[in-house]
Every structure is written in C-alpha cells, then in structure tokens.
C-alpha cells in the first residue's frame, strides 16, 4: 500500500491488521492467522529497494509464516514476537538473496 497507493508506513501496516482482522478464521485456530497477518504487515514496513516485486514479498511471506510456526509455542507472554519474526524473515531473505545474486 505503501508504494502502490502512496500511503505512510504506518498507516499501511495499519489497514493490513484491520483489513486481515474482518477475515473470518475457525475458532480451532484461535488467534494465530490474525497474528501472521499483523507480523506480515511489520515485513511489509521495510525499504522499497529491498522488496521490488511481488516474488520476493511471497518469499518473505513464506519464510515469515515458516518462523512463525516454528516460534508459535516460544517466548510467550513476551513482547516484540510478531516484530522479530518480520525483522528475521527480511533478513534472511535480504542474505540468501545477496549469497545466490
């Protein structure tokens, strides 16, 4: 939203949560797709010249929604889960993509 539409950062990852919030998931799911959503908004707060087609936000989305999984029953009742897994997807998307370009 931020580069498409031109819409500050913030207010981006913003509408992500509320519009993936309206999203109806099975209750056996409990919070967990809301919480991927709103970590996959924080991904989507890193520069433009790190993400430039959509390819490599499905990659990132793909390698967030893997630590998430991994990470699901760690660091509960902590702070900042949602942020480090962005902060690490990006990451390691941003290094694997450098090693193999």
Not at 54 to 80: K, N, R
């Amino acid at each position: 939203m931020h580069t498409t539409l031109a819409l500050p950062l913030v207010i981006s990852a913003a509408l992500t949560g509320l519009i993936g919030k309206v999203i109806p998931f099975p209750q056996e799911y409990n919070n967990h797709p809301y919480a991927a959503i709103y970590a996959g908004s924080f991904a989507g707060m890193c520069s433009a010249n790190l993400i430039t087609s959509y390819w490599e936000i499905a990659i990132i989305s793909c390698i967030g929604a893997s630590l998430y999984v991994l990470t699901m029953d760690m660091f509960d009742g902590f702070g900042g889960k949602l942020g480090g897994v962005a902060f690490a997807s990006v990451t390691l998307f941003v290094i694997v993509r450098g090693i193999i370009l």
